[in-house]
């Protein structure tokens, strides 16, 4: 019994590019009912049609997840389409201005947006879906992190300060919601060749770096049989095994 | 009674009467007492349907227009009311007549178009409607021109925020299923450590006044319904074990014994709609025990608490809470009957 036996209705947040693009589609691939948001509207209606052409069950919806306003838009919209959200993936992140500013260096308003998308958004989102999953029984509710939330890397100050709070933000909840059925996990992604990683380090040798296919495709591996891994959980998707 | 005129900030911060079927007795409670009321084992069914954003302000004809939406039909159509002018600060029973719309006419909202399929009975205002959008399109437009219903008691402009609750999911509600705004997470993880079991049914909760004396004579319209096998399997299981089932909400109630009341007693999972009426004298077959707002006799929700306690106990019980100060409508206090 996996994950994705029964097709369950997932909610994936920045699936017009990079990893997040790459998870909307594996997750469709897996047999999820997908909707998928992202700020540019067509963007990800395009993905999603393009899911959709190949006999995929996708829905591209236009909304900032960084924009309390509509959080509830969010919900509302991706249970109407695909009925009560089972998983909910926060991908969806800013990394804030580039070229990367040092703490003192970053205005208070990007250091603001950046909480707004990368943290305070996912709490709204997950406060929205959680009781459900609650009343439910079982829900499974996936941050996207990064090696930033571990290690203090001069210049990742927003974006680090960030993706830690969301890190122990899902742990907190697993806390709250231990023996419900309602699981936390957090994966750091590892560094890819994405539109991200080259603003953030446009010399990076992306030779060196994975594809955000493969990790999506490694990620989706792991949470088609991650029900015994205990909620609030960190993983890193280098060290992801494929059961 | 005085109505509750904003939301709490603490869901649970309001006041519980529970008023015993057994006894007859009358107690002032707070929500977070509930889990001592109930028995490890008893049921609890939430109406688990979203609160859509119904209320959406156009034109038609040349004249401004409100539509309350009441839900989608299976055939992608909407039902819907149409209003006046104006907006909730006037009550619904003063606001002035809309345009009477043909099949064909055409309502502009904010970015978004709906086409008159037809006037449906009982009043020119109820129609059926079909938007120029579908899919992720439409409901993302959809949630941008709505707002929630609401009433002239409630001046400032709710959001989505203030009126889902806490368990809420599909949108299908044109109106909260307000009786389970006291439910929050706490409380929800307090019942569960007592060991009281939940599920959930989705009801499309209507509108609970248009200010048409026709449409509202026939209110509750026919209003669409969802029943998830993990609940059709705890219900019977729960009576079998002579536990109780306790309805969070009126459109619970409609929803489970309408379902029951079609299937010969079984409750099936599935979907469904109901036109069911409960007042009375009504036998039901599923639900024994009710929490619920406060209801007035005047209200239409009073009449299906009439199935499950006497005329004479209910108005003791609202007597008590008004000399209390308890607060009615979709934000005030609560009452278990029970």
């Given at each position: 019994m996996?994950?994705?036996?029964?097709?369950?209705?997932?909610?994936l947040?920045?699936?017009?590019?990079?990893?997040?693009?790459?998870?909307?589609?594996?997750?469709?691939?897996?047999?999820?009912?997908?909707?998928?948001?992202?700020?540019?509207?067509?963007?990800?209606?395009?993905?999603?049609?393009?899911?959709?052409?190949?006999?995929?069950?996708?829905?591209?919806?236009?909304?900032?997840?960084?924009?309390?306003?509509?959080?509830?838009?969010?919900?509302?919209?991706?249970?109407?389409?695909?009925?009560?959200?089972?998983?909910?993936?926060?991908?969806?992140?800013?990394l804030?201005?580039?070229?990367?500013?040092?703490?003192?260096?970053?205005?208070?308003?990007?250091?603001?947006?950046t909480?707004?998308?990368?943290?305070?958004g996912?709490?709204?989102?997950?406060?929205?879906?959680?009781?459900?999953m609650?009343?439910?029984g079982?829900?499974?509710?996936?941050s996207?992190?990064?090696?930033?939330?571990?290690?203090?890397?001069?210049?990742?100050?927003?974006?680090?300060?960030?993706?830690?709070?969301l890190?122990?933000?899902?742990?907190?909840?697993?806390?709250?919601?231990?023996?419900?059925?309602?699981?936390?996990?957090?994966?750091?992604?590892?560094?890819?060749?994405?539109?991200?990683?080259?603003?953030?380090?446009?010399?990076?040798?992306?030779?060196?770096?994975?594809a955000?296919?493969?990790?999506?495709?490694?990620?989706?591996?792991?949470?088609a049989?991650?029900?015994?891994?205990?909620?609030?959980?960190?993983?890193?998707?280098?060290?992801?095994?494929?059961? | 009674?005085?109505?509750?005129?904003?939301?709490?900030?603490?869901?649970?911060?309001?006041?519980?009467?529970?008023?015993?079927?057994?006894?007859?007795?009358?107690?002032?409670?707070?929500?977070?007492?509930?889990?001592?009321?109930?028995?490890?084992?008893?049921?609890?069914?939430?109406?688990?349907?979203?609160?859509?954003?119904?209320?959406?302000?156009?034109?038609?004809?040349?004249?401004?227009?409100?539509?309350?939406?009441l839900?989608?039909?299976?055939?992608?159509?909407?039902?819907?009311?149409?209003?006046?002018?104006?907006?909730?600060?006037?009550?619904?029973?003063?606001?002035?007549?809309?345009?009477?719309l043909?099949?064909?006419?055409r309502?502009?909202?904010?970015?978004?178009?709906?086409?008159?399929?037809?006037?449906?009975?009982?009043?020119?205002?109820?129609?059926?409607v079909?938007?120029?959008?579908?899919?992720?399109?439409?409901?993302?437009?959809?949630?941008?021109?709505?707002?929630p219903?609401q009433?002239?008691?409630?001046?400032?402009?709710?959001?989505?925020?203030?009126?889902?609750?806490?368990?809420?999911?599909?949108?299908w509600?044109?109106?909260?299923?307000?009786?389970?705004?006291?439910?929050?997470?706490?409380?929800?993880?307090?019942?569960?450590?007592?060991?009281?079991?939940v599920?959930?049914?989705?009801?499309?909760?209507?509108?609970?006044?248009?200010?048409?004396?026709?449409?509202?004579a026939?209110?509750?319209?026919?209003?669409?319904?969802?029943?998830?096998?993990?609940?059709?399997?705890?219900i019977?299981?729960?009576?079998?074990?002579?536990?109780r089932?306790?309805?969070?909400?009126?459109?619970?109630?409609?929803?489970?014994?309408?379902?029951?009341?079609?299937?010969?007693?079984?409750?099936?999972?599935?979907?469904?709609?109901?036109?069911?009426?409960?007042?009375p004298?009504?036998?039901?077959?599923?639900?024994d025990g009710?929490?619920?707002?406060?209801?007035?006799?005047?209200?239409?929700?009073?009449?299906?608490?009439?199935?499950?306690?006497?005329?004479?106990?209910?108005?003791?019980?609202?007597?008590e809470?008004?000399?209390?100060?308890?607060?009615?409508?979709?934000?005030?206090?609560?009452?278990?009957?029970?």
């Amino acid at each position: 019994m996996t994950l994705f036996d029964d097709k369950p209705a997932v909610l994936l947040t920045g699936a017009s590019r990079g990893l997040g693009r790459a998870l909307f589609e594996e997750l469709a691939r897996a047999g999820a009912r997908v909707v998928g948001v992202a700020r540019h509207a067509e963007a990800v209606a395009q993905v999603a049609a393009e899911l959709r052409a190949r006999g995929l069950e996708a829905h591209g919806l236009g909304a900032d997840i960084g924009d309390k306003r509509d959080i509830h838009r969010i919900a509302g919209a991706a249970a109407a389409l695909v009925g009560p959200i089972e998983v909910l993936v926060h991908n969806a992140s800013t990394l804030g201005p580039t070229p990367l500013p040092l703490l003192s260096d970053t205005a208070c308003e990007d250091f603001e947006r950046t909480l707004q998308v990368n943290l305070l958004g996912p709490f709204r989102l997950s406060k929205a879906l959680a009781g459900h999953m609650l009343v439910s029984g079982s829900g499974l509710i996936v941050s996207i992190s990064s090696d930033a939330a571990t290690s203090a890397y001069p210049g990742w100050g927003a974006y680090g300060v960030s993706k830690a709070a969301l890190d122990h933000l899902g742990r907190i909840w697993a806390a709250e919601l231990a023996g419900t059925g309602v699981r936390f996990l957090a994966i750091d992604p590892g560094e890819m060749d994405t539109d991200m990683h080259r603003a953030a380090l446009p010399d990076a040798d992306t030779a060196t770096l994975a594809a955000p296919a493969d990790v999506a495709a490694r990620i989706v591996r792991f949470l088609a049989h991650s029900q015994a891994t205990p909620s609030g959980t960190r993983l890193e998707a280098a060290k992801l095994e494929a059961a | 009674m005085n109505p509750a005129r904003q939301p709490r900030s603490v869901r649970s911060a309001g006041r519980l009467l529970h008023v015993s079927l057994a006894s007859g007795s009358i107690a002032h409670r707070s929500p977070n007492q509930l889990p001592e009321l109930l028995e490890p084992g008893d049921l609890l069914v939430f109406n688990d349907a979203a609160t859509l954003p119904a209320s959406i302000a156009g034109r038609a004809a040349g004249e401004p227009i409100e539509l309350r939406l009441l839900g989608a039909e299976s055939d992608g159509s909407w039902r819907a009311v149409a209003f006046g002018a104006g907006d909730h600060h006037t009550p619904t029973e003063r606001r002035p007549e809309p345009p009477r719309l043909m099949p064909g006419a055409r309502i502009d909202l904010p970015g978004l178009t709906a086409f008159v399929e037809r006037a449906l009975p009982p009043s020119p205002r109820l129609l059926r409607v079909r938007f120029n959008a579908e899919g992720a399109e439409l409901w993302s437009r959809l949630y941008r021109a709505g707002r929630p219903v609401q009433y002239s008691y409630v001046s400032s402009p709710l959001e989505l925020w203030d009126v889902q609750t806490a368990y809420a999911s599909v949108p299908w509600a044109a109106e909260a299923p307000s009786a389970g705004h006291p439910f929050d997470t706490a409380l929800l993880l307090a019942l569960r450590r007592r060991g009281v079991e939940v599920a959930t049914v989705t009801h499309a909760a209507g509108l609970s006044s248009t200010g048409d004396a026709a449409l509202d004579a026939a209110l509750p319209l026919e209003e669409r319904l969802a029943v998830p096998a993990r609940t059709a399997d705890a219900i019977p299981r729960a009576r079998r074990a002579g536990r109780r089932v306790i309805a969070v909400g009126t459109s619970v109630v409609r929803a489970l014994e309408s379902r029951a009341a079609e299937s010969g007693g079984l409750l099936p999972a599935g979907e469904g709609s109901t036109c069911l009426r409960i007042g009375p004298g009504y036998r039901r077959q599923v639900v024994d025990g009710l929490w619920t707002g406060m209801h007035e006799p005047t209200e239409s929700h009073h009449a299906l608490l009439l199935a499950f306690a006497p005329r004479a106990l209910l108005e003791r019980a609202l007597a008590e809470a008004e000399t209390a100060g308890y607060l009615g409508h979709e934000f005030g206090d609560a009452c278990l009957l029970l």
